[in-house]
């Protein structure tokens, strides 16, 4: 067992018995592990976690040996229902997702609930998780939005609530971060290329901190030409969408001025060109606006 050094802040905490201890865990380094988090699973009279076979790993390494139970989405449930006989005897135990923090984009929420309901303490055990850790590189992106952001998890496997989150995302004036599926991955990145403007940025975080670590700030139009290198689509991924930060129509006039003025001269198409040029409009937009603009639209 590796020896936990004396720290205060674990000496002077209590760490209650009949409770659920909620760690997260490395997300690639297994350098990443809290002091906490590893006095917590010493601690602790036994492990729940979703996969043993993966836990077991972070467990050998660090030389903790403890009793070991299966927790994952399809028994979590049943499962939680079997651990409260612990906690009602007043034991300690631990929930451990695969990697990062459990219950964000990973299994534990219902567990959670479950011995919530049953009024037992579940306490949290912070730590490495891949949303903070993108985050924490955003720079100029969480400027602009004074540090707001949406997190949409994974997204959507149906066509139209897939294309519902692009259409939040892209409408969004503040940041949204992501993860996808490696054999999701092209067929997601395409569509991206096909709805924003060129200039917006998509920041891309493949492995992190893990031995292939990369990081990618991508403009719209150079999306095709990165998802041509094969090496790039292998991996786990985390992304952010910078906000959008075009004015809408109704909060800008410019664009609706300059059409009402060119709609006699100009065809639809054209005009819709010169509003795209000169105000960034989508094509969409652009289009809609100069159709009503022919029409004589207020």
């Known amino acids: 067992m590796v020896e936990i050094p004396s720290v205060d802040a674990l000496q002077k905490q209590d760490f209650p018995s009949g409770s659920l201890y909620v760690v997260a865990t490395p997300i690639g380094n297994l350098g990443d592990i809290t002091l906490r988090a ?42 939680a229902k079997k651990l409260m006989d612990h906690l009602q005897a007043g034991e300690r135990w631990a929930y451990l997702s695969d990697a990062g923090t459990p219950g964000v984009s990973d299994p534990g929420a219902r567990l959670v609930a479950e011995v919530q309901i049953n ?8 730590g490495p998780s891949a949303l903070t850790a993108m985050l924490s590189i955003a720079g100029e992106v969480m400027i602009a939005s004074r540090g707001q952001f949406q997190f949409l998890g994974f997204l959507p496997t149906s066509k139209n609530d897939f294309e519902e989150a692009l259409r939040l995302m ?3 004036p503040i940041p949204t971060i992501f993860y996808e599926s490696p054999h999701r991955l092209a067929k997601t990145l395409i569509r991206f290329s096909e709805l ?31 998802l041509e290198n094969p090496n790039h689509l292998k991996g ?63």
């Open 196 to 226: 924003l403007d060129n200039g917006r940025r998509l920041s891309i975080g493949r492995e992190l901190s893990k031995k292939f670590e990369s990081l990618f700030l991508l403009r719209a139009d150079e999306i095709p030409g990165w």
């Open 38 to 79: 590893l006095h917590i699973l010493n601690l602790v009279d036994g492990i729940a976690c979703e996969d043993k076979r993966h836990s077991l790993l972070l467990l050998k390494h660090y030389g903790i040996r403890k009793p070991m139970v299966a927790i994952h989405e399809h028994n979590e449930i049943e499962a």
């Open 236 to 298: 786990e991924f985390v992304f952010i969408l910078e906000g959008n930060n075009r004015k809408t129509i109704s909060e800008n006039h410019e664009p609706w001025h300059l059409a009402q003025l060119l709609s006699k001269q100009l065809s639809s198409k054209n005009l819709s060109i010169v509003l795209q040029s000169m105000y960034g409009l989508q094509k969409n937009e652009a289009y809609d606006l100069a159709l009503e603009a022919k029409k004589g639209g207020g």
């Open 170 to 172: 892209i409408e969004s």
């Open 119 to 126: 009024g037992y303490q579940t306490i949290p055990i912070p």
